[in-house]
């Protein structure tokens, strides 16, 4: 089955303690990308990859940082958390074209900090 | 980068009665106009899209209008069923800002029974 998987789903830690998300794709997508939904402000970007080795920030990559070693992975890395990273976040993946393709979103990981 | 404005941020309507959710989009190379819906405790997913070289998309009682002169495109659904009850996210694509995707603030539509 074509999917994106996030690992884990649920995540409650405390300020400063390093945490990674995982994401990984089965659909040899060449583009990948992390999301974060908080109530009122939609789904903004926080990094997206076009292919191995190529990233580059979205709209809010404070925080945050990704790499991308191998196609079908691209975790998400809070070296030091803090509360207000308290949000949903989402994993998506979509063909060659990004922007210009279907996006196909993970279940999503939601994350508290305290 | 591209802003992106979704009107109307609620939505209810009774079951039967029609649904429109716009999209306004300032970026003119945008050429990828797609509608995710959101189910309560899922990731969005894809329920239709346009591209720019066409005005309207139609599948089943959903159906996109685009409008590249004045930067909108609209959804809209028809006959609506209870679950149609989601949040709808309209992300224009495919324009200047490479690789970035800016999603509109999402409509929470409720159709009562």
């Known amino acids: 089955e074509a999917q994106v998987t996030q690992n884990p789903r649920y995540l409650i830690t405390v300020t400063g303690k390093k945490l990674t998300v995982t994401c990984s794709q089965n659909?040899?997508?060449?583009?990948m990308s992390w999301y974060r939904q908080d109530p009122g402000l939609g789904l903004r970007q926080i990094y997206y990859?076009?292919?191995?080795?190529?990233?580059d920030k979205g709209d809010v990559p404070e925080g945050y940082k990704v790499s991308r070693k191998e196609k079908r992975n691209f975790p998400l890395i809070l070296e030091s958390p803090s509360p207000n990273q308290t949000s949903l976040y989402f994993c998506?993946?979509?063909?060659?074209?990004?922007?210009?393709?279907?996006?196909?979103f993970g279940p999503g990981t939601r994350l508290l900090v305290l | 980068g591209e802003n992106v404005e979704q009107h109307p941020s609620t939505l209810s309507v009774q079951e039967g009665d029609s649904a429109v959710i716009k999209c306004t989009y300032s970026?003119?190379?945008?050429?990828?106009f797609p509608w995710y819906k959101q189910e309560l405790g899922k990731g969005p997913q894809l329920i239709i899209d346009?591209?720019?070289?066409?005005g309207e998309k139609k599948d089943q009682r959903i159906a996109v209008t685009l409008n590249k002169t004045a930067k909108h495109f609209s959804l809209h659904i028809t006959e609506t069923q209870p679950e149609d009850s989601a949040v709808y996210f309209c992300?224009?694509?495919?324009?200047?800002?490479?690789?970035?995707?800016?999603f509109g603030q999402g409509t929470i539509l409720t159709v009562h029974p």
């Open positions: 998506a993946s979509s063909t060659t074209s990004g922007t210009q393709e279907t996006q196909y």
């Open positions: 659909m040899n997508h060449e583009y």
């Open positions: 990859s076009m292919n191995v080795e190529v990233t």
């Open positions: 970026d003119s190379a945008s050429n990828y």
């Open positions: 346009i591209r720019s070289n066409v």
């Open positions: 992300a224009p694509g495919g324009g200047t800002s490479y690789g970035k995707l800016t």
